[in-house]
C-alpha cells in the first residue's frame, strides 16, 4: 500500500494535485467518470501505473485525451520511473477532400 507522501508524490507528477482540494483529500469516494474530465481520468490511471509500477502494460489510446504538454510530461516521468516502456501505436488520418 503506497504511503500518502507516495500518493501525492505521483498525483503532482501526473499534475493532478488540485484533486485534493477539489475533492477534500484522499478519503473520499466518487464515481470519478462523472467528475473528472476524460484527460484527467487518464492521467489518473496513469499515476496508478507509476505506484504499481508493473512489469508489463498494454495501453490503448492513453493519451487520447491529453493536451501535448501533458503527453509529454507523461513519457517523461515514465522514463524516471526506471521501468522499460514498450508502446505501439497506429495513427489512422481521414483522407482531407
Known amino acids: 500500500m503506497p504511503s500518502t507522501e507516495d500518493l501525492v508524490h505521483v498525483l503532482n507528477i501526473v499534475s493532478l494535485s488540485d484533486i485534493l482540494s477539489r475533492f477534500q ?27 504499481a509500477k508493473p512489469n508489463f502494460v498494454l495501453m490503448d489510446e492513453s493519451t487520447s485525451a491529453l493536451d501535448e504538454a501533458n503527453e509529454v510530461c507523461k513519457w517523461y516521468s515514465a522514463t524516471l520511473s526506471h521501468r522499460f516502456w514498450l508502446c505501439l501505436g497506429l495513427a489512422f488520418f481521414e483522407a482531407a477532400l
Open 25 to 51: 483529500g484522499l478519503d473520499c469516494m466518487h464515481e470519478w467518470s462523472s467528475v473528472l474530465s476524460l484527460g484527467e481520468q487518464q492521467r489518473l490511471a496513469f499515476a496508478r501505473l507509476l505506484l
